[in-house]
């Protein structure tokens, strides 16, 4: 039977059950992909280029022999690699760039083996106006705001424990927020694989209720090398705000105890990327007092400064008034649960 072309939609239905294989080039794959997608390239970056100029210099029929040339020989292989990531499964979702020659031959080849195979209309350009659509949704959020070092991530880890429907944006982004928020991670995603995975974070939390708010940590719109999309940042903006009012101190310890421990170099380098705006005398405090190992007053300078920051951005909040809801708390992170819940509920 012949491969079926599907929508996004039923594509993204489809794709939580069987294997999503993208035969874009590598070099595409790397740059942003659909969550969880193989790469599955019918050509190499190379031979792709090959192919392009081939088209754009000759005709589409002597591209098209140029790529049988590549691809006539790897046709056993790509059965068996298709076998392999199809685990038993008898069903495959395929695209490319468009939805166009290069989904059609290896849907061909794998629906001649026995699969049954769905290619996705319009590709992976179809995809990324889905991923665009979805930050445009009024989503009904609840932020968890607090200074820094007051356990935003534990607490939502808590939630989410709890089945409370949450988005980690530090998780997707792969950082923690802040200049040593890269410190011991792998490097971030780039900006469109970043949104690809938000995306799908949202349509998830959708998917399970679309009437439940969904909590998000209260950040800054930059997370690292990322951002949030402007129109998602613009519906976190209007959203309401649970802030733990924590004891500085407090956070303090918390703050020591995550990061006190970090490559020492990694940490002054940090400190060095924010010395303009946290001011050359106070910028080397806090390297001198690191390097001695005093990180208590190391870090006291650095919370203080983090402080101001986020207090300004929280002041700057068009209705904050009606948005904020203060939760004076004692301890840091997911010991402040049941109180942010029951507060919520009432």
């Not at 294989?21 to 740059?31: A, F, M, N």
């Not at 944006?169 to 694989?193: D, T």
């Not at 405090?285 to 208590?296: G, K, L, P």
């Not at 002041?315 to 708390?329: F, H, S, V, Y």
């Amino acid at each position: 039977m012949p491969a079926q072309r599907i929508d996004i939609e039923q594509f993204l239905s489809l794709a939580l059950l069987h294997p999503v294989l993208d035969v874009r080039s590598p070099g595409e794959y790397k740059h942003a992909h659909i969550p969880g997608a193989h790469s599955f390239p019918l050509f190499t970056d190379e031979e792709r280029k090959i192919v392009g100029t081939t088209y754009k210099q000759n005709s589409r029929e002597e591209a098209i022999k140029v790529g049988l040339d590549f691809f006539g020989p790897t046709l056993k292989q790509r059965v068996i690699e298709a076998e392999r990531i199809a685990s038993g499964n008898k069903i495959l979702l395929v695209h490319c760039w468009r939805g166009g020659m290069r989904s059609a031959a290896i849907s061909w080849l794998l629906d001649l083996y026995g699969f049954k195979i769905y290619t996705l209309a319009g590709g992976y350009k179809a995809y990324r106006n889905w991923v665009l659509a979805q930050f445009k949704k009024n989503y009904s959020f609840q932020l968890i705001g607090g200074y820094t070092g007051s356990g935003k991530t534990e607490l939502l880890g808590a939630l989410k424990k709890r089945e409370q429907l949450i988005v980690d944006l530090e998780e997707l982004a792969g950082h923690k927020g802040s200049a040593f928020g890269n410190i011991g991670l792998p490097p971030q995603p780039g900006q469109e694989q970043f949104e690809n995975c938000l995306s799908i974070a949202l349509y998830s939390c959708l998917q399970a209720s679309a009437s439940t708010p969904i909590w998000l940590e209260d950040e800054s719109q930059r997370i690292g090398t990322v951002n949030i999309p402007n129109d998602l940042w613009n519906t976190m903006r209007k959203s309401p705000v649970y802030f733990l009012d924590i004891p500085f101190e407090k956070r303090l310890e918390h703050i020591v105890e995550e990061y006190g421990q970090l490559d020492q170099e990694a940490v002054v380098a940090a400190i060095g990327r924010i010395t303009k705006k946290l001011g050359h005398l106070q910028a080397q405090q806090a390297i001198d007092f690191f390097r001695e190992n005093n990180t208590v007053e190391s870090f006291s300078i650095l919370l203080r400064y983090y402080d101001k920051l986020y207090a300004k951005s929280l002041q700057n909040r068009e209705g904050l008034d009606k948005l904020l809801t203060a939760i004076p708390a004692e301890q840091t992170g997911a010991a402040n649960l049941e109180k942010l819940l029951s507060i919520n509920k009432v």
